[in-house]
């Protein structure tokens, strides 16, 4: 996947890097020092998945890139790699077969395991349609496209989304723990 952001902000908890990209918003230090909590939440909630779920995999350290972008951009993606010409919430680019079964090229200490594209507008849409928190949809929408670049494919059958469901909400729940103790 091409990297179509610049500015960076890198995370790191334990096994787990989330590097976060953002052009074209005009975001206040408020909002950005909320999407760092926000962001540092997520990794600490995916090196908690990567540990208990993905031990098997002989490498130390796990990168995932998480983009912000606008419906535009959202929809290009969209249209180009999946063939559908519409706005959506949230794309996942894995750069690893399927980790999940163990179909993955680890060289070196690291994998990098693909990236995701969250537009802004929809995740805020979304928020306001089902009254919870932007935060929440966020977290809802990278750790969604985080299982689908472990592997996890909702869309292949009622048994493989009640799978991924039931991570997302595990997943989740360990974030919201971590979050009280903001």
Known sequence: MRRIMEKEISYTFNSFQINFFYEGFDLKESDLNNFRQIILLITQGCDFFVQKHLSFVAVDHFIMNLNLVDDKTIQSLNRDYREKDKITD???FPLQ??????????????????DLFVCYSVCQKQAKDFKISFRDEFIHLVIHGFLHLCGYDHEISLEEENIMVAFEQKIIAQVSHLKKSL
Not at 100 to 114: I, L, N, Q, V
């Open 90 to 92: 949230v794309l996942s």
């Open 97 to 114: 077969e399927n980790i999940r079964h163990e179909k993955y090229d680890a060289f070196g200490p690291a994998m990098e395991m693909g």
